[in-house]
């Protein structure tokens, strides 16, 4: 592996347990490229992998709430992007109905922010100051004007969709009610708007 410079990781060892440590940058081939990470977001999952709720067998760069500037096929060099933490192929059956979190190549193995940092580079998650990307990973571009510290809420938000009313098909008239309006039940909020009887509880003041 050529390598040009380093890039500065914060990597999970053990619950409770990072360490600062420079990564080689490889020089990226045709097939891949180099993102330089403008910002991060701070997940649920995240704490629970600090704390040890979500153990892991190997340390790893955590991160998977990600906004870039971008170097990469079909995307212009400084293009700001937003990272999918689940990568697909394209091509399995499983990605072609959608369904990329299944992809045969890929699925949980893969995931951005889940991935041994000793595999390769290391550099797979978005606590770094780069993160290598291959054809399988999934880019969002991020609109002019956007401050790219909010870009990686599309994570959040689209998850608070998804969970909310995607999965469970709420329809126009479903009673729904959220149990805490953090950032994934207010997306879950402002996908119900105008759709049915919404109630949100906020579980840090008394009902």
């Known amino acids: 592996m050529v ?7 914060l990597v999970l060892n053990g619950p409770e347990s990072f360490e600062r440590r420079w990564l080689d940058i490889p020089v990226t081939a045709d097939e891949a490229s180099l993102l330089r990470v403008e910002a991060c977001g701070l997940y649920g999952t995240d704490h629970e992998q600090y704390s040890g709720h979500i153990r892991s ?12 500037a971008a170097r990469r096929w079909g995307v212009a060099v400084g293009d700001r992007v937003a990272v999918e933490v689940f990568k697909s192929c394209r091509d399995c059956d499983q990605c072609r109905c959608g369904l990329y979190r299944r992809c045969v190549r ?9 991935v041994d940092v000793d595999h390769e580079h290391g550099l797979w998650g978005g606590y770094s100051t780069h993160l290598v990307l291959d054809r399988d990973a999934m ?33 126009p008239d479903a009673v729904v009610a959220v149990l805490g309006p953090g950032i994934r ?8 708007r105008g759709r049915g009887r919404l109630r949100r509880h906020d579980r840090s003041r008394p009902a």
Not at 57 to 68: A, D, N, Q, T
Not at 106 to 114: I, K, P, Q, V
Not at 185 to 192: A, I, S, T, Y
């Open 3 to 9: 390598v040009s410079r380093r890039a500065e990781a």
């Open 57 to 68: 067998r190997f340390p790893f760069v955590p991160g998977h709430e990600i906004g870039e």
């Open 106 to 114: 890929n699925g949980l193995r893969t995931m951005f922010g889940f």
């Open 139 to 171: 880019l969002l571009p991020v609109p002019e004007g956007l401050d790219p510290v909010l870009a990686p809420a599309f994570n959040p938000i689209g998850a608070g969709i998804r969970w909310g009313a995607t999965l469970p098909q709420t329809g």
């Open 185 to 192: 039940g207010l997306g879950r909020c402002r996908r119900q």
